[in-house]
């Protein structure tokens, strides 16, 4: 490459890292560092974060277009070679770049030990600009999806229900604000929709650590679904409660909020110390207790009349901010994180006290995660379900409960653009 492009560069590094199974956290953590250690400016930062994202929430519809164009398939030796394909076509089919400027930018990589894909990326590139004529309405929508998790959504939700979680997974992602007080003044300093339960939403916001009221602590970032679980706990004031899978602390921070004395655990120290900096940042750390162990193996004696678990899951209902999940995650580990979230609520219901109530919740669409780990746990458990009711959640749609139970998903609340998937069930010891 005669004149290195060094955005580009730290993209396909990216896209490539995300082909070999890298979560989109490290490379965002790879990213602060580049940025970090080359002062890029601003415009630079934003460009890198948004191409990059660009290429993994189309990743399916990319991989379609670019599998038409290849008379037979790349080695999957070389997954540099197809990055920066992706990265190419993503800049043609989903950004302002100039086509020109796309195709250029990307035969540019194709150079030294790779310079014998120059002449077939330069033809794909140019090919597909010339032939396509890309319109998002022409594909199939199941394209998007890897094709074992379009089958499993198909048979939960149905076809139109499938389409629909497509429909609202593809776009941009949001931000949602919890206000800790003072709502109608930081509304008017920080702007944004207006949403229930004291808390604003953005649809862009750049670095959270220069929005208003971040250095004073007067707010902590949590989709609006993922609020409805503490709700459910109705009046937590002087209350001790368990916070198992606390980090990064969301939960933990409306507990604290709402006058809880919380002891929130979490597996390891790099999770604790990042729940333990949100929490000072809102000024909330006087009655938290942290701990960092395994809850597999975490010895107590203590028993409590309140716990929150948040399990570990598959994490498939927030893939519009985190559109990876979908492509780093197997069937297989549905099953092994089913099996494990069955470990985790077994030993949570026996730190419960008789009549103590367990709120179960994660960011799974799974039913395997969800509907079908309460039904076998309710069975012969000592613990059976408190059903929830719509007038507790009344400002949310009535749909979102099922049997008792909730389930969110990215279509419902559309008018607000949607929320993140999340699964709910209320447990009462017996």
Not at 276 to 286: A, D, F, G, H, Y
Not at 331 to 347: A, H, P
Request: net charge positive; hydrophobic share 40%.
């Amino acid at each position: 490459m005669k004149n290195k492009d060094k955005t580009r560069e730290i993209i396909k590094i990216g896209i490539h890292k995300h082909l070999l199974g890298v979560t989109l956290k490290e490379i965002t953590l790879m990213h602060e560092k580049y940025f970090k250690k080359n002062n890029l400016k601003n415009r630079d930062k934003a460009f890198i974060k948004n191409l990059t994202m660009v290429c993994i929430r189309n990743r399916g519809c990319i991989e379609h277009i670019l599998k038409k164009y290849l008379k037979k398939p790349l080695p999957k030796k070389l997954l540099e070679i197809k990055a920066i394909l992706i990265m190419g076509l993503a800049q043609i089919l989903f950004t302002r770049v100039e086509n020109y400027a796309a195709v250029n930018t990307t035969v540019d990589f194709f150079y030294g030990r790779l310079k014998k894909w120059r002449a077939l990326s330069n033809a794909v590139l140019r090919n597909v600009i010339r032939e396509e004529g890309f319109d998002k309405k022409k594909y199939d929508p199941s394209i998007q999806l890897p094709k074992w998790l379009y089958n499993k959504w198909k048979t939960q939700y149905g076809e139109t229900g499938t389409l629909n979680i497509i429909d609202e997974i593809i776009q941009e992602p949001y931000l949602d604000l919890k206000i800790k007080n003072n709502f109608d003044y930081w509304k008017k300093e920080i702007g944004g929709e207006v949403l229930i339960n004291n808390t604003l939403r953005l649809k862009k916001s750049g670095d959270i650590r220069e929005l208003k009221g971040y250095r004073e602590g007067a707010w902590w970032v949590q989709n609006l679904a993922a609020q409805i679980p503490i709700m459910l706990f109705k009046n937590v004031k002087d209350e001790i409660v368990l916070d198992i899978c606390s980090s990064p602390g969301g939960k933990t921070a409306q507990l604290l909020n709402s006058g809880a004395k919380v002891t929130a655990l979490d597996i390891s120290k790099i999770k604790t110390e990042l729940l333990s900096n949100n929490i000072k940042r809102l000024n909330l750390e006087k009655n938290l207790k942290i701990i960092t162990k395994d809850f597999l193996k975490w010895n107590t004696e203590c028993k409590y009349n309140k716990i929150i678990l948040d399990a570990p899951c598959s994490a498939t209902g927030t893939v519009r901010k985190n559109p990876d999940v979908i492509w780093n995650k197997k069937e297989s580990d549905i099953k092994r994180l089913s099996k494990l979230q069955i470990l985790f609520l077994e030993k949570a219901i026996t730190l419960l006290n008789k009549k103590g109530i367990l709120i179960y919740c994660n960011c799974s669409m799974e039913y395997e995660e969800g509907e079908r780990i309460i039904e076998l746990l309710t069975k012969n458990k000592g613990i059976k379900t408190l059903p929830i009711k719509h007038e507790e959640v009344k400002f949310f749609p009535k749909k979102i409960i099922n049997k008792g139970l909730i389930r969110t998903m990215p279509y419902i609340y559309n008018e607000i653009s949607g929320l993140e998937g999340f699964f709910i069930a209320r447990l009462i010891k017996i």
